[in-house]
């Protein structure tokens, strides 16, 4: 029975020395995975919040981009609320969107060449496949209308989303017939009709276009 007691009283004496050596150390460890949890769990919400104040900011900018007619003063609204989606949720869906908004309204203001540069560093700088397309898609047609249709050919002539690729060739028609090759510009309003089709995709205008060319078309 001493022996017993001994050895409990070597195993308790023991015991203390490791918790006055280790004791604290684990407390410590415990607490920091409390609190990286902790974290975790704030940064996701944190990260829902800021997604749905992105999400509330575009739906708003969607609305005052509706308007049929934008007032200056309008316009303004709208580029603050692009600004404030860009400096503060830089690197979203939303932001990227808001961009594409951005070259909009240049165009509205007939500011192409400004229209232009927001696509094109819009086109370098994102890495969302579809957007990129679509951003090609737009920055082609204001190359068009700057009468640089060889750059549109350039932009067009690049990956583009089997889902865009009707409005891709519709515009590769419209840059042909803008360099007077009628017969290259027949063959891609023909493609877009065609793919339109394929897709079941709305394409107007393009039929209109063909006639302008002096053909009838033979889809």
Do not use: C
């Amino acid at each position: 029975m001493a022996e017993l007691i001994t050895s409990e009283d070597e195993q308790l004496e023991t015991l203390k020395r490791w918790w006055k050596e280790y004791g604290m150390a684990i407390i410590a460890g415990i607490v920091l995975a409390g609190a990286g949890v902790f974290a975790w769990h704030a940064w996701q919400d944190y990260q829902t919040s800021q997604a749905e104040a992105a999400s509330q900011r575009y739906q708003q900018l969607t609305m005052l981009m509706q308007q049929p007619q934008m007032s200056d003063a309008q316009r303004e609204q709208a580029t603050s609320m692009i600004d404030g989606l860009e400096s503060e949720h830089g690197g979203t869906l939303y932001a990227e969107l808001a961009e594409l908004m951005r070259a909009r309204l240049a165009v509205d203001a007939d500011d192409l060449e400004g229209a232009r540069d927001t696509l094109s560093a819009f086109i370098d700088g994102s890495e969302h496949g579809y957007l990129t397309g679509l951003a090609r898609l737009n920055l082609a047609r204001v190359q068009v209308a700057l009468n640089d249709a060889e750059g549109a050919l350039t932009t067009l002539d690049d990956d583009i989303p089997a889902t865009l690729e009707a409005q891709a060739a519709e515009i590769i028609g419209d840059a042909h017939a803008a360099l007077g090759q009628p017969d290259e510009a027949r063959q891609a309003y023909q493609d877009a009709l065609a793919r339109a089709e394929e897709q079941d995709q709305p394409l107007s205008g393009v039929r209109l276009k063909l006639d302008n060319l002096g053909v009838e078309d033979a889809s």
